[in-house]
Structure formats: structure tokens, C-alpha cells
């Protein structure tokens, strides 16, 4: 029996037996041609095979795992048709007078290596495409089929790294788990493992592939990362219960979608769910979340070469808006700065950074990049239930300032024709103390605040929440938090607003009973934690 450690992508267990991944073989060898022309005509035929496999793979994903996460296959018809990818190859053959194979392959590893060594986590996962797409091309060549894994029975999928186009080949019905030695937590594959439901350990080292073997007993557990090989009969029997207990928590937990989520004195409170982009509306719906409580905008930022244009923006919000179809959608605006940087903001380096030029101070600072963004937003408006969320409030004025603009933006639009929704709410979060503490002066001038407990807890306690080192100074039930939100519930219900929480402690269930007991309206969470919070809170009885 061995053991290995990876990263957990989606948390169940699987138990059973290794396959490992096959691909074609995909050496490449160099080759002298004479003619040049015809080796342009066979690479633009291979292109033209290309195009219509991903097509099909397209079609495929689009019926299995949906459109946001289907689109990845469309993103690589494009890059078959990048300009500079494509001159590249075809530069190659020319001056070289080599095969097609070759400037492919040759091409793929010089971008790859381009990808990989940018520093934005997003930009290097695209080495996997540009390889992805390139060995497609490499197979069409050779008139290969890059069809999936054919297997007899469910497997556990071992391989150094899977390819998107090859996740969503391989056939759902006989993929027990997958685990991979390399990888990334932001790669489109882990994104596909998550939606597909598969549990999934990435980054598990060399060794493992060296040890692994064509039918070789194997657990993956998701939720810690641990792969054990060849299991002795008592870990396996160890891990097998709990696998039951897990499955039987979830099946019970799946009982709860469509129930209200109310105490059994019949107080209720709404339960929405945290989301980084469009992609993280497959898991809200998935999960029966009644509305998005976060949708932290910045990583739209975070995940663009340049800032999103008003258009790319406003396709983004109003996807999340119709996907959601009428139930509330928050959306945050850009809080960076901190531990989210952005190269293309140029932000001066700062001695504490949490302290810093961040979130609304940039956007008031700003004013084209947050008019931009504001325009996008209510223009999304029309297209379903908004509410914008303004971070890191600590004033008056800066609430003000910002209504203003809010203003200026809406008057433009109706100015123009463009349509927006005129009862788009408007909140603020409360993660700093000096919101917390004028709540009462805040509330009149908002329709709801949102806690963001993650950062009131850093700014309360004096505790950088980047620190490690802290964790064990860190109470997250400290009085001194509980009463900050107390104190902001209690203002913002005497002014007409309501309140919600949306930072990490919004999850912890042995504080639901408090929460509730404030009369905190809605609690937003990641996605997987919503049915366990109903079923915290049908358990509750607050009559007591
Ligand atoms: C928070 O601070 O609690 C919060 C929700 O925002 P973020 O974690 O993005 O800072
Ligand atoms: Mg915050």
C-alpha cells in the first residue's frame, strides 16, 4: 500500500481499478519536404478535420456539461485560426522546408512555453490548450481519430495531465475518478471535473505515474487528496464506509432541493450561493441555491489580458442573469488590490497592502474604469433581478460619491435609450469596523448590506488574513465580530434595509442559530454548502 498527495478538484471517493490514460503516440518526427505547396495544402486539410472534430466534441460537452463550459471547445476552434499561430506553422514549413507535423509540434512547444512562463495563473493554464489543440492537428495529419478511452468497465483514468478535449471525451459512464501528477486548480479540466460530477485529484506527482499500473486497486478520496495504491483490506474496507457515509449525506441532502429553507418555528431565510464568474452558475442551479448572494466581479479582471470592455462585461452579467432566470443576482464590483493584483492596473507596490489604494478607493479614484463597469451592470439589469454590491466602504461620503455616479451612469443610459432596470437594488458590504459601527448613518442611503466577514474579521482583530502564521490568534467567533454584525443588522432593519452575509463564516453552521436570531435575511455560500446550511436551519428552532 502507498500513499500520495494531490490537490482534491471535487470531493466524493472512488474505489476501484487504474487505467491508464492512452493517446496516440505523439513523437513527431522532422522530415525534408520538396514541396512546400503541397505541405500547406495537407496542413490546411488537417485544420479543416480539426474544426469539424471539435465541432462534434462541442455538440457533445454542450449536452453533458453545458454551454459556459462547452465554450472552451469553440475558444479552440479560434485558436486554430489565431494568426500568429497559424504564421508560425506555416513560417516554419517555408524556411525549413519541414512537415506540417513537425511546424506544428515545433509551434505548439514554443507557445506552450510562452503560456507557462506568464505569470497570470489563467494565461499559463493555456499551455494545456495550445498543446490540446495542436496534437488534434499532429493526429489529422496522420489521419489518427482522437476518439476517448474505450473501456469495459468503470475505471479510474491515471495520466500525467488530461487535456479539456480529452476529459470531456473520455465516456462518462465508465469514469469512476480521474487522477493526474500535474496540473492546475484553475485548468479548464478541473473546472470540467467539477461540473461532471467526477471525483478528482490533480498534481499528485511523478512517483505516482511511475508507480501506477494498468489495474491496480486504487482510492482517490477528493475531499483530502490522498490516492492510496494497492490499498491493504482494511484501509479499503476503512474507506469503503466512508464512501457509504458520504454518498448517503449526499443523497440526503439532495432530498432537500426545492424545500424551503425555514426553521421549525417557521422563520425563514433566504440561502444564495458565491460565485467567481459565469462559469460558477452550473454549481448555483446544481445545487438550488435561491439567488447569487457574491458574484466577485474582479475575477472577470483577473482572468483578462487588458480591462474587459463594457461589452465583454455586460455579455458576462447578463449571461449570469438569464442563466439565473428572475432569482437575485449580486454582483460585487472590482475589489482589487490586496492579494488580488492585476499587472495592466499598475498599482504601486505598498508597504500593507490590505490597507491600502483597494476596491472602492481605485473605482472612486478612477472614474472611467468603475463608469465602465456601472454602465455594463445596468444595462445587465434589464435582463433579470440585479443588486449591485459596493466593498469596502468605511463612509459617508464614499456611499454618496458613489450614488452620484450611479446617477450620472443611469442618466446617460436613459439619455441614449438604453433600457435598465430602475429598481435595481443597491448595496454595500460591511467588512470594515467603521462601517459596521456607523451602520445606522449607512443604511438610509441603501436598499441592503451584505457582511463580508472574511475581511471584517482581518480588519476587527488586527489579523492579516494572507498570514498563516495567525491562524491560531484567529477566532472567527470572536464577540467582538458577532457584535458588529449584530449592531449592523439592527440599523439596517430600523432604516428599511436588509441584510445578508456573504464572507466564509455565512457557512459555519454552529453560528446559523446566531445568525438567525439577529435576523440576518440571507446567508450566501459556496455553492456545495448551500443544502447542507438548509439543512441546518429546518433543523433550527429559534421558539426556544
Ligand atoms: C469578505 O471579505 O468577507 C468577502 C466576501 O469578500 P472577499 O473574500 O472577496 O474579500
Ligand atoms: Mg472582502
Same mark, same amino acid.
Not at 503541397?38 to 462534434?56: D, H, N, P, V
Not at 441555491?289 to 487588458?306: H, M, N, Q, T, W
Not at 432566470?325 to 497592502?353: C, H, S, W
Not at 443588522?489 to 454552529?510: P, Q, R, S, V
Given at each position: 500500500?502507498?500513499?500520495?498527495?494531490?490537490?482534491?478538484?471535487?470531493?466524493?471517493?472512488?474505489?476501484?481499478?487504474?487505467?491508464?490514460?492512452?493517446?496516440?503516440?505523439?513523437?513527431?518526427?522532422?522530415?525534408?519536404?520538396?514541396?512546400?505547396?503541397?505541405?500547406?495544402?495537407?496542413?490546411?486539410?488537417?485544420?479543416?478535420?480539426?474544426?469539424?472534430?471539435?465541432?462534434?466534441?462541442?455538440?457533445?460537452?454542450?449536452?453533458?456539461?453545458?454551454?459556459?463550459?462547452?465554450?472552451? !471547445?469553440?475558444?479552440? =476552434?479560434?485558436?486554430?485560426?489565431?494568426?500568429?499561430?497559424?504564421?508560425?506553422?506555416?513560417?516554419?514549413?517555408?524556411?525549413?522546408? @519541414?512537415?506540417?507535423?513537425?511546424? @506544428?509540434?515545433?509551434?505548439?512547444?514554443?507557445?506552450?512555453?510562452?503560456?507557462?512562463?506568464?505569470?497570470?495563473?489563467?494565461?499559463?493554464?493555456?499551455?494545456?490548450?495550445?498543446?490540446?489543440?495542436?496534437?488534434?492537428?499532429?493526429?489529422?495529419?496522420?489521419?489518427?481519430?482522437?476518439?476517448?478511452?474505450?473501456?469495459?468497465?468503470? =475505471?479510474?483514468?491515471?495520466?500525467?495531465?488530461?487535456?479539456?478535449?480529452?476529459?470531456?471525451?473520455?465516456?462518462?459512464?465508465?469514469?469512476?475518478?480521474?487522477?493526474?501528477?500535474?496540473?492546475?486548480?484553475?485548468?479548464?479540466?478541473?473546472?470540467?471535473?467539477?461540473?461532471?460530477?467526477?471525483?478528482?485529484? %490533480?498534481?499528485?506527482?511523478?512517483?505516482?505515474?511511475?508507480? $501506477?499500473?494498468?489495474?491496480?486497486?486504487?482510492?482517490?478520496?477528493?475531499?483530502?487528496?490522498?490516492?492510496?495504491?494497492?490499498?491493504?483490506?482494511?484501509?479499503?474496507?476503512?474507506?469503503?464506509?466512508?464512501?457509504?457515509?458520504?454518498?448517503?449525506?449526499?443523497?440526503?441532502?439532495?432530498?432537500?432541493?426545492?424545500?424551503?429553507? @425555514?426553521?421549525?418555528?417557521?422563520?425563514?431565510?433566504? %440561502?444564495?450561493?458565491?460565485?467567481?464568474?459565469?462559469?460558477?452558475?452550473?454549481?448555483?442551479?446544481?445545487?438550488?441555491?435561491?439567488?447569487?448572494?457574491?458574484?466577485?466581479?474582479?475575477?472577470?479582471?483577473?482572468?483578462?489580458?487588458?480591462?474587459?470592455?463594457?461589452?465583454?462585461?455586460?455579455?458576462?452579467?447578463?449571461?449570469?442573469?438569464?442563466?439565473?432566470?428572475?432569482?437575485?443576482?449580486?454582483?460585487?464590483?472590482?475589489?482589487?488590490?490586496?492579494?488580488?493584483?492585476?499587472?495592466?492596473?499598475?498599482?504601486?507596490?505598498?508597504?500593507?497592502?490590505?490597507?491600502?489604494?483597494?476596491?472602492?478607493?481605485?473605482?472612486?479614484?478612477?472614474?472611467?474604469?468603475?463608469?465602465?463597469?456601472?454602465?455594463?451592470?445596468?444595462?445587465?439589469?434589464?435582463?433579470?433581478?440585479?443588486?449591485?454590491?459596493?466593498?469596502?466602504?468605511?463612509?459617508?461620503?464614499?456611499?454618496?460619491?458613489?450614488?452620484?455616479?450611479?446617477?450620472?451612469?443611469?442618466?446617460?443610459?436613459?439619455?441614449?435609450? $438604453?433600457?435598465?432596470?430602475?429598481?435595481?437594488?443597491?448595496? %454595500? =458590504?460591511?467588512?470594515?469596523?467603521?462601517?459596521?459601527?456607523?451602520?445606522?448613518?449607512?443604511?438610509?442611503?441603501?436598499? !441592503?448590506?451584505?457582511?463580508?466577514?472574511?475581511?471584517?474579521?482581518?480588519?476587527?482583530?488586527?489579523?492579516?488574513?494572507?498570514?498563516?502564521?495567525?491562524?491560531?490568534?484567529?477566532?472567527?467567533?470572536?464577540?467582538?465580530?458577532?457584535?458588529?454584525?449584530?449592531?449592523?443588522?439592527?440599523?439596517?432593519?430600523?432604516?428599511?434595509?436588509?441584510?445578508?452575509?456573504?464572507?466564509?463564516?455565512?457557512?459555519?453552521?454552529?453560528?446559523?442559530?446566531?445568525?438567525?436570531?439577529?435576523?440576518?435575511?440571507?446567508?450566501?455560500?459556496?455553492?456545495?454548502?448551500?443544502?447542507?446550511?438548509?439543512?441546518?436551519?429546518?433543523?433550527?428552532?429559534?421558539?426556544?
Amino acid at each position: 500500500m502507498t500513499k500520495f498527495k494531490g490537490k482534491g478538484v471535487y470531493g466524493a471517493i472512488a474505489i476501484g481499478n487504474a487505467a491508464l490514460f492512452k493517446r496516440q503516440d505523439e513523437q513527431v518526427r522532422r522530415t525534408h519536404v520538396d514541396d512546400i505547396e503541397a505541405e500547406f495544402a495537407r496542413f490546411e486539410e488537417a485544420k479543416e478535420l480539426a474544426t469539424e472534430q471539435l465541432s462534434e466534441i462541442y455538440e457533445k460537452a454542450l449536452k453533458e456539461v453545458g454551454e459556459t463550459h462547452a465554450q472552451i !471547445f469553440e475558444v479552440h =476552434m479560434m485558436m486554430l485560426e489565431d494568426d500568429d499561430y497559424n504564421e508560425s506553422i506555416t513560417n516554419i514549413i517555408r524556411t525549413q522546408s @519541414v512537415n506540417a507535423e513537425y511546424a @506544428v509540434a515545433t509551434t505548439a512547444d514554443n507557445f506552450a512555453d510562452m503560456f507557462a512562463s506568464m505569470e497570470d495563473a489563467y494565461m499559463q493554464a493555456r499551455a494545456a490548450d495550445v498543446k490540446d489543440i495542436s496534437n488534434r492537428l499532429i493526429n489529422c495529419l496522420t489521419k489518427g481519430e482522437s476518439a476517448g478511452q474505450q473501456m469495459s468497465q468503470k =475505471m479510474i483514468i491515471c495520466a500525467d495531465d488530461l487535456a479539456p478535449s480529452e476529459t470531456v471525451s473520455l465516456d462518462k459512464e465508465s469514469v469512476l475518478a480521474f487522477v493526474t501528477a500535474y496540473g492546475s486548480s484553475n485548468s479548464h479540466t478541473a473546472i470540467l471535473a467539477r461540473n461532471m460530477n467526477i471525483p478528482a485529484v %490533480i498534481g499528485v506527482g511523478e512517483d505516482f505515474l511511475k508507480a $501506477v499500473e494498468d489495474g491496480k486497486r486504487i482510492i482517490v478520496d477528493g475531499y483530502t487528496g490522498e490516492i492510496i495504491l494497492e490499498p491493504d483490506a482494511e484501509t479499503e474496507s476503512a474507506m469503503q464506509k466512508k464512501q457509504e457515509d458520504d454518498l448517503h449525506k449526499k443523497s440526503l441532502l439532495q432530498e432537500l432541493k426545492g424545500k424551503e429553507n @425555514v426553521t421549525l418555528d417557521g422563520t425563514k431565510v433566504n %440561502i444564495y450561493a458565491n460565485i467567481g464568474g459565469v462559469d460558477g452558475v452550473g454549481a448555483v442551479l446544481a445545487n438550488d441555491a435561491g439567488g447569487i448572494g457574491l458574484f466577485r466581479s474582479e475575477f472577470l479582471y483577473l482572468e483578462s489580458p487588458d480591462y474587459p470592455t463594457e461589452e465583454q462585461q455586460f455579455t458576462a452579467y447578463r449571461k449570469v442573469l438569464e442563466s439565473m432566470m428572475g432569482k437575485k443576482v449580486i454582483i460585487r464590483t472590482l475589489d482589487i488590490g490586496a492579494d488580488k493584483q492585476i499587472d495592466y492596473f499598475n498599482l504601486d507596490k505598498e508597504e500593507n497592502p490590505a490597507l491600502g489604494f483597494r476596491a472602492i478607493r481605485i473605482c472612486l479614484t478612477r472614474p472611467e474604469i468603475f463608469k465602465t463597469q456601472l454602465r455594463a451592470l445596468y444595462r445587465a439589469s434589464a435582463f433579470g433581478n440585479l443588486g449591485i454590491m459596493f466593498p469596502m466602504i468605511t463612509s459617508v461620503s464614499e456611499v454618496e460619491k458613489i450614488l452620484t455616479v450611479c446617477e450620472e451612469v443611469k442618466a446617460e443610459l436613459k439619455e441614449a435609450g $438604453v433600457p435598465y432596470d430602475e429598481n435595481t437594488e443597491v448595496g %454595500i =458590504m460591511i467588512e470594515t469596523p467603521a462601517a459596521a459601527v456607523i451602520s445606522d448613518r449607512l443604511a438610509p442611503l441603501v436598499n !441592503f448590506f451584505s457582511v463580508g466577514t472574511n475581511d471584517l474579521t482581518q480588519y476587527t482583530l488586527a489579523i492579516d488574513r494572507q498570514n498563516a502564521k495567525l491562524e491560531p490568534f484567529c477566532d472567527t467567533h470572536h464577540e467582538a465580530i458577532l457584535r458588529l454584525i449584530e449592531m449592523s443588522a439592527k440599523n439596517a432593519h430600523a432604516h428599511g434595509a436588509w441584510i445578508g452575509i456573504c464572507g466564509e463564516l455565512a457557512a459555519d453552521t454552529t453560528l446559523t442559530e446566531a445568525f438567525l436570531r439577529m435576523g440576518i435575511d440571507e446567508l450566501s455560500v459556496s455553492a456545495p454548502f448551500v443544502l447542507p446550511l438548509r439543512d441546518a436551519v429546518r433543523k433550527l428552532d429559534l421558539s426556544k
